[in-house]
């Protein structure tokens, strides 16, 4: 296990902060499996009410909260899901939906912002009419795009990729892991992203800061059959109330601040295209993710990493380049240390 001074590897690793420290002492609890927690029934309250669905449901992960959110629209075993080649569902997440529901997933390439065109949900809604044999139920989509580096999908390519998914008679689930850093960077209202998809899942445990969770969010209906495949994923988790009341103050504090991590993450890129120019484009930097393409300066990513890690800065190999994000308990001080880091290590090759 490496200690790190800086730790950029995800926005996954914040810690608690007093207040959620506070609150998670003090939250009123109950059964979760029997819907007896006061504090998770608000923390999904809240979520509904923020993204505009119906209701919510509380989860210990984002992984499980995509499956449960994908699980919803599919009908039966081996049914597909389109997605970009990228996404989070169709990659890391891949096993997890052959194993847990029968899921394949069809994917196309959008191009190096990596979300989901219309074009490219056109075509891979096409028809299977001379084969009759492949049936697509769900088309996904991810907003932030993480392995892109933590891009925007716009919302009127949201819009237009809707519009594509009714023409084909096929709902669309929103991987919203990162929403809020979407919103606050496009100044586009959470909301207005959901309006445009049946079901979407967020994590309050990354930019938000919380130590664990997420939610589901959807039709009321939809939300029902959710609580019954969270039962029999094993994600029952009794008294979780402690854990929801970090997450309520994630959710009314995080927001507020993921301008800051942007910012952050803006001034890193800058400082490591100086150390190392054409590594990386602060320019397309649009949330809090860093890439950089170490072969530019000639050295293999793997290799800086563990340099970078001896420097006392943590980072981690995303899409064959070196990823850094930025979060609630990275400072100014803590982007120079990296930038600082990041020119030892380019010097020293
Ligand atoms: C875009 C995206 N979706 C889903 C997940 C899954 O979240 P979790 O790690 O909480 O299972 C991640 C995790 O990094 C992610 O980046």
Partial sequence: MHTYRVDLRSDTVTKPSPTMRKAMAEAEVGDDWYGDD??????????????????????????????????????????????????????????????LSGIAYRVGDPGPKGWMTAELARSLLEPDTYYDVEVVDLLAVENTVGAAGGTVMPIDELRAVRKVASQAGVPVHLDGARIFNASVASGVAVAEFCAEVDTMMFCVSKGLGAPIGSLVCGPAELIREARRLKILFGGAWRQAGIMAAAGLVALEEGPKRLHEDHERARRLAEGVAEVAPGSVDPREVETNMVYVDTGVPGLDALQAIERLAQEGVGATLVSGKVRMVTHVDISDDDVDTAIAAWRAVVGAH
């Fill in 38 to 99: 006061p504090t998770v029934n608000r923390l999904q309250d809240r979520a509904a009410e923020v993204t505009g669905k119906e209701a919510a449901l509380y989860v210990p992960t984002g992984t499980m909260a995509n499956q449960i959110g994908v699980r919803l629209h599919v009908s039966g075993s081996g049914h597909l899901v389109v997605a970009t080649a990228g996404a989070h569902v169709a990659t890391t997440e891949v096993m997890t939906s052959a194993v």
